[in-house]
């Protein structure tokens, strides 16, 4: 006799296996080299104003190129995963970054820099949300904001090591040599990926794949399952595009909540990123010291993002996030003082990164938990993508207001609120989950029969 099971309920009732652990672990590898790369231009922008005599207002075409890429390659491979799977998705962006970032070591002006940046961007925008929703597949629903967040640090460590190896590389190799590593690191993965990766079992279950190759694939991540003479459960499968299911379901007032908080928290950290390392050699300091300094705000992002995700398993995950932009709203006010204090610069960029970066893992865990199995993909990589329309602006104004006159500093200070409104917005979502969860309280009730 058939017995039809559940592969979420098979994940969620045991612990989790080494092979989920390594897959996990590959996505970590993965997104630690998409924040190297993503992070690279900025600390190789004092360089390149050295060297090519660029001034800020033409820096921030280059930083907008690739946050460009990054917001197309998201609505174009999120979809795109929905429909033929995220291993694929994730393995040829993944090597498409990788070539795209070593072909911009060679690039001889701004312009073919600009250009090969902006392909970068588009491995970079798909390969991420690939991974988010990869991880979030395979693990158990009450482990799934820590190991999803645990996962997404790669980002941010991955953002710290390009300022680490900045400091070295650039002053013996130039900016090239930043490029170059980041170019061969993700293709030397890329071999791994193919022999290692799995794909979701619920994406196989989602797109009615044989009963055969999904318990060959369940049965590797929880071997001590027994699926001998399994089925499994499929649920119906939508109609519309991936993206218009965004929207069906009671999931559309919630889905501009989760795009406005992506804007807003984009927005203020990529403003950060790109313009730090400037603001901090403009105060003084050299292009090594810069270097390690704005490394800080991953590391402080790192940290951020691993205690959100654990807080937000344990207690109300809307409640987590708003406290956490609220504390990175105060740390960059902070940071248009902190300026002529070393400690405290240092201090006010580690919360800065703790609040703005951490919480950003956070919002993408909690968006791979909010959309169902056919429409994941999609939901996280646009909003993903609608935040890069945020982290565009935030690379380009530094550049316009700079040019105004104002200082970064006060640039900074500026950029406060928009972390107060992304508080806001997670609080509403928050609303709106519970109000949700009390109008399906009655029907499940009367859907239950009583003992």
């Known amino acids: 006799m058939t017995r039809t099971l559940d592969v979420q309920e098979v994940v969620n009732t045991h612990p989790l296996s080494r092979f989920q652990k390594t897959v996990i672990a590959l996505c970590f ?27 800020p207002a033409e820096l921030a075409p280059l930083f907008a190129a690739g946050l460009f890429g990054l917001m197309a390659g998201a609505f174009v491979f999120g979809p795109l995963a929905d429909r033929i799977g995220r291993r694929p998705v994730l393995i040829a962006t993944t090597v498409f970054f990788g070539l795209m970032t070593f072909a911009s070591a060679f690039a001889p002006s701004v312009e073919w820099l600009i250009a090969l940046r902006f392909l970068t961007g588009i491995g970079l925008g798909g390969a991420m949300p690939a991974a988010i929703t990869l991880t979030a597949e395979l693990c158990p629903e009450k482990r ?27 002053s013996v190799f130039g900016w090239p040599g930043l490029l170059m590593l980041g170019g061969v690191l993700p293709v030397l993965l890329t071999p791994v990926l193919i022999a290692l990766l799995p794909e979701s079992p619920r994406y196989l279950v989602a ?92 590391a402080g992002g790192t940290v951020g993002a691993i205690l959100i995700g654990r807080l937000m398993d344990r207690f109300e995950p809307h409640r987590v996030l708003a406290g956490a932009y609220l504390v990175a709203g105060g740390f960059v006010i902070l940071l248009g003082s902190a300026v002529a204090t070393p400690w ?31 429409s994941r993909a999609t939901g996280v990589s646009w909003a993903n993508a609608v935040g890069r329309t945020g982290s565009v602006l935030g690379s380009m104004i530094g550049g316009v207001l700079l040019s105004l006159g104002w200082d970064l500093a006060t640039v900074f200070a500026a950029a406060a609120p928009l972390a107060f409104l992304a508080a806001l917005a997670m609080l509403a979502k928050g609303w709106v989950a519970r109000a949700a969860e009390r109008r399906a309280a009655p029907a499940a009730a009367i859907a239950t029969p009583a003992e």
Not at 33 to 42: E, H, Q, V
């Open 144 to 170: 799934r904001a820590s190991l999803v967040t645990l996962m997404f640090c790669g980002f941010t460590i991955g953002s710290a090591s390009a300022g680490l190896a900045a400091s070295g590389i650039v």
């Open 207 to 298: 797109s009615n794949a044989e009963p055969a190759r999904i318990a060959a694939v369940l049965g590797q991540m929880v071997p001590a399952a027994d699926l001998s003479g399994a089925g499994f459960a499929a649920p119906a499968r939508p109609t519309g595009s991936p993206v218009s299911r965004l929207f069906k379901d009671g999931l559309g007032l919630g889905t501009l909540l989760i795009w406005t908080t992506f804007f807003m928290s984009l927005l203020v950290f990529y403003l950060l990123s790109s313009w730090l390392p400037l603001l901090i050699t403009t105060a003084g300091f050299s292009m090594e010291h810069a270097s390690l300094m704005g490394a800080t705000l991953a």
């Open 29 to 55: 590898l993965v997104v630690a080299i998409d924040g190297f790369d993503t992070a690279a231009i900025g600390f190789i922008a004092p360089s390149l104003k050295g060297e090519w005599g660029v001034t």
């Open 344 to 374: 405290l610069l240092v201090v006010a960029i580690f919360g800065a990164g703790f609040g703005v970066a951490g919480a950003q893992v956070g919002i993408n865990a909690l968006a791979a938990g909010y959309y169902p199995t056919a």
